[in-house]
């Protein structure tokens, strides 16, 4: 057995968070991509105007300053919005950002501006008459988004998708900069105290590529569940 | 007070693309039972007569009235004209099926699964039932053996049966069909007709745009002709087919006979 | 220059009226920008250097040859930078005894082993794009090239070659833009680089939106003058792809 000089523990839990976090913030990332890629679709000006400014600062920004900056902005911007409230409504609200929040939050809007470009030209590649027929039986446009196009759209966003998770699940790494005791925090505050650098980095790395490994298993599987009624081969995806 | 034994009524209806006039005033009334049939060339505005029907297009201006229950509309900040009260129109369509020209049928859901959907999410029909009373539908078309098959693995006239199953598990008051022949081979186009004339002899209430004249002629009760948006003619098939007033009648029939 | 002056005089007015902005804190930021573009733009050439040849080994038929390269790019690709850059700073540091050696004239300057870890993780990235754009060469670009009778060397220098890197301009491109906003990791390791300069004068001051706010407008700058300059350089070189008009 490998001695970790007593790290095995606090590594494994910091490689349950970094999975917590990279999960959570795909979910906020899907939404917002979905999001923004309605907006970009959308015909009002507005909407898609806001939608085009996002993508285009996260494009222009690096991850780690977005994350600096909302780590340590977000709660001062936070205590000014939380006080004019208080002042013009009387209403009092705490509203507190720890490093999770500004991880999850960061992350979820930085790949919420990828996922709006995949998700964009997945919504395209649905056959409006498709739509139509739903509509056309009475489906309230939930039914609609949920019964037909979420499941065509799939087809066509999974491939971007799951190209977009995992550049997210390296960027979790960033949250051990703001303090997160993700599994390279835990490695690096391991390399200091004992000065075994390869010891707890290459572990870490390594669990890195076994996420990549499963995550890549279970994307084929998805892609398999999408492309149901496509073809018998299931090579049909891309087109 | 509103007549409601007339399943469908319209009366003046417009609408423009763009400033362009499609439909300048069209009016329709059918009683339970018709065989309504739209002809006209191509882009005299048929489609989209029937796409207003159900409001996948919003009519600029017109009355549309099912059952009795007239559809109310009001006017955005736009100035476009918007149903007033959505669950509405997602009522009244849920009472009028359509059955389009490229079937529509959704490519990730068996055969039974498309014809279950509608009446499983929109009438909120236990799953049990709606998948038996798929069955029975299918068995109608002929399509029994295909139920669990993907769209993909049918030919173009069996997802064109398939689709009119699908219709006609809403138990519509009215079917709309859209040129419902035309994206076939001609030997497919058959068994397609053949369905639809069975329907129709049931007495179901139908509006048909097509491009088959025989069938224009001996299944449906009334025939009305557009020409730019406008009704040109209309009447008896047997009177308008054998004998158009209309000089473009007569010329949109003569290539055919 | 009477006219210069009174146009700047608010300017340096609103200078002297705040602690952030002054001419202290400007010499900080650009010395950040210099760690920065210096950073970014020795790892993106010795990457290249690198990739070249690492991107034809990775195409070869001989699987040891092949194998190796896939690895090197698998583990790069695979793992965060940031713990790329952790194992070139601590993998040599730690080293016992190698801080009375020649070696830490180098190693104690945190900026080599950052440019050793960016160097290697911009090689990955970049020989695979290569090898992408290798591996589509046109059928009838080889087939003519074997009709004149071309080596294979001649025709990888001449034909093959060419035509990949003018294919692989845009994918390199947002490599390009990658390493400007991966570098940021760089403060880390106590580099001040811009974003390490954004977060001394957050500290400094306790002003997050005056700190990061400003370097993420630069960067922002950054971004879209190289993307401008790929974009030009596309036009420039892969002209000849668009269809004529
Ligand atoms: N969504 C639309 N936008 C703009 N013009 C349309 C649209 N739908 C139909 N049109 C126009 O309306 C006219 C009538 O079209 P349509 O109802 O499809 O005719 P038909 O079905 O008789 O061939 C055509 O000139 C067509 O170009
Ligand atoms: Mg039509």
Redesign the interface.
Known sequence: MLDLHGYGPRLLEGSLLTLELALLSLLLAVLLGLLSASAKLSSSRILRGIAHVYTL?I????????M??LF??GQ??INMATDWIYSEFDVDIFININAFVAGVVTIGIIFGAYMSETFRGAFLAV?E??L?????????PW?VFR??RF??MM?HALPGLGNNWMVLL?????V??IGLSDM?KV??EA??AT????LF??P??LG??LI?SVSEWCFMKLRQR?D????SGGSSWNN | MADTSIPLEINHLHKSFNGNPVLNGLSLKAQKGDVITLIGASGSGKSTFLRCM?L?EMPDQGELIVHGEAIGFKVDRKGQRQPEDWKQV??????L??V?Q?F???????LIENVM??PV??LKMPKAQAREKGMALLKRVGLSERASY???QMSGGQQQRGAIA??LA?DPEVMLFDEPTSALDPELVGDVLHVMHELADEGRTMIVVTHEMDFARDVSNHVMFLHQGLIEEQGAPGDILTSPRSERLQQFLAPRY | MEQLSTLWQPVLSWMNGNDIFTPNTFEMYWSGLVNTVHLVFVSLVIGLIIAVPLAIARGSSNLWIRKPVWFFT??FR??????QL??AY??FA?IPGIQDTWLWFFLEDPIYPALLAFTLNTAAYTTEIFHGAIQSTPRGEIEAARAYGMNRFTMLRRIVLPSAFRRALPAYGNEV?FM??????AF?VSITDL?GA??YI?ARFYA??AA??F??VL??AL??SIQGLFKYLEKRLLGHLKPQS
Do not use: C, Q
């Not at chain 2, 997602?90 to 009472?95: M, S, T």
């Not at chain 2, 529509?104 to 068996?110: D, E, I, K, S, V």
């Not at chain 3, 400007?180 to 990791?185: D, G, Q, R, T």
């Open positions: 600062v494009r222009g920004v690096p991850d780690l300053v977005l600096l900056l340590y902005g001062i911007g056959d008459g498709l139509e027929a739903g509509r056309a039986y009475g489906m309230r039914a019964h037909i499941p065509l087809r390296k960027t979790t790494a960033l051990s900069i390279v490695a690096a390399t200091k000065h075994e650098p390869f980095m290459i870490v790395a890195y590529l990549a999408f149901i009624g496509f073809s | 159900n996948l997602e009522r009244i369509r849920a009472r099926s359509m389009f490229n529509n049928l959704w490519p990730h859901m068996t959907a509608a999410h929109v993907f769209p993909t699908r219709a809403m | 698998y583990l695979g793992t965060p930078l940031l713990i952790y194992l601590y993998g730690f833009i400007l906003h991966a570098s940021a990791i880390v974003t954004a977060y957050y997050p939106f990061f706010l370097v993420a960067y922002m971004s879209f």
